[in-house]
């Protein structure tokens, strides 16, 4: 079973920046998306950024929440299996549990389909 493990988290003020970084225990090739979710306090998880892969074009897909734009960078590391996401300009809004995740590729007889997996997560606070 793929393993996720968060790192990074801890404490920043705001306008400043945390990089939090995903090891991802699974092959890279059977991975068609990674990313991260985060979840505050009394509201729902909510997607933060992702890279999808799009085979047909052998493109890969960047999403960004809108709330995020221009501030967070999704990477990834294929040889070390990692994924990250560069913080900058943080606001106290962006205080959640942050949550890695991958959809992995699963090939049957009667059509591939994806499985998702999360980690733990990890906590972000933004506070003066």
């Known amino acids: 079973q793929v393993r996720l493990v968060e790192s990074g988290g801890g404490l920043a003020q705001p306008g400043g920046s945390l990089s939090l970084s995903c090891e991802v225990s699974?092959?890279?090739?059977?991975?068609?998306?990674m990313g991260w979710y985060r979840q505050a306090p009394g509201k729902l998880r909510e997607l933060v950024a992702e890279?999808?892969?799009?085979?047909?074009?052998?493109?890969?897909?960047?999403k960004y929440s809108d709330s995020v734009k221009g501030r967070f960078t999704i990477g990834k590391n294929n040889g070390e299996n990692s994924v990250t996401l560069q913080m900058n300009s943080l606001k106290p809004e962006d205080t959640a549990v942050y949550y890695c995740?991958?959809?992995?590729?699963?090939?049957?007889?009667?059509?591939?389909?994806?499985?998702?997996?999360w980690g733990k997560g990890t906590l972000v606070t933004v506070s003066s």
């Open positions: 699974a092959r890279m090739t059977d991975i068609n998306s």
């Open positions: 890279i999808r892969n799009n085979g047909q074009l052998n493109v890969a897909i960047i």
């Open positions: 995740h991958v959809e992995r590729i699963m090939v049957s007889f009667s059509g591939d389909y994806g499985v998702d997996y």
